[in-house]
T-cell receptor, first 114, second 115 residues
């Protein structure tokens, strides 16, 4: 069964550095999402992406964050200048179409900012 | 904004027994969807079961069933005949039927299955 994949599984970076988290959604899916989960807290929505543009974003998704679909398969989340509070698990998700009930999640990337 | 609350950070169940995981939510919307996702250790979240708010009948998927109480805004998950493979983190999630984009998750319940 097709799965959403994410790389790397764990990323350690120093405060102020840029990081790019990568996701490969399921191939025939059209809607893409990023979520994050700070340790011990809820999974929080960051952004949704469709037709090569952001369709919705949360308050968390400020100017330090950006998303891109650089080619036909990858979906990336960039954090320009990481802060300690960006340490979290980041989940990518995708779904086939607007009316689809389910979002399919990747295994997550654990980002540690030191 | 919608909120989802899971009041049980950890639960345990004996193999072959039944366990119920609790979830409550807060919304002013009348049409929405509720989900239970399972996340095994180091694996992705997978959908266990979903419930459409307009349906009165509780959803069932094999050993998994829900008790959906719309008026009480409660959505509990019952796992019958628990198996070792059921051990995971379980997340309750809400999605509006109107806007439909983002999921609102609870903090999760870690389920341990005791052999």
């Amino acid at each position: 069964e097709p799965e959403v994949t994410q790389t790397p599984s764990h990323q350690v970076t120093q405060m102020g550095q840029e990081v790019i988290l990568r996701c490969v959604p399921i191939s025939n899916h059209l809607y893409f999402y990023w979520y994050r989960q700070i340790l011990g807290q809820k999974v929080e929505f960051l952004v949704s992406f469709y037709n090569n543009e952001i369709s919705e974003k949360s308050e968390i998704f400020d100017d330090q964050f950006s998303v891109e679909r650089p080619d036909g398969s990858n979906f990336t989340l960039k954090i320009r200048s990481t802060k300690l509070e960006d340490s979290a698990m980041y989940f990518c998700a995708s779904k086939r179409q607007q009316s689809s009930y389910e979002q399919y999640f990747g295994p997550g990337t654990r980002l540690t900012v030191t | 904004a919608q909120t989802v609350t899971q009041s049980q950070p950890e639960m345990s169940v004996q193999e072959a027994e039944t366990v119920t995981l609790s979830c409550t939510y807060d919304t002013s919307e009348s049409d929405y969807y509720l989900f239970w996702y399972k996340q095994p250790p180091s694996r992705q979240m997978i959908l266990v079961i979903r419930q459409e708010a307009y349906k009165q009948q509780n959803a069932t998927e094999n050993r998994f069933s829900v008790n959906f109480q719309k008026a009480a805004k409660s959505f509990s998950l019952k796992i019958s005949d628990s198996q070792l493979g059921d051990a995971a983190m379980y997340f309750c999630a809400y999605r509006s039927a109107d806007t439909g984009n983002q999921f609102y998750f609870g903090t999760g319940t870690s389920l341990t299955v005791i052999p």
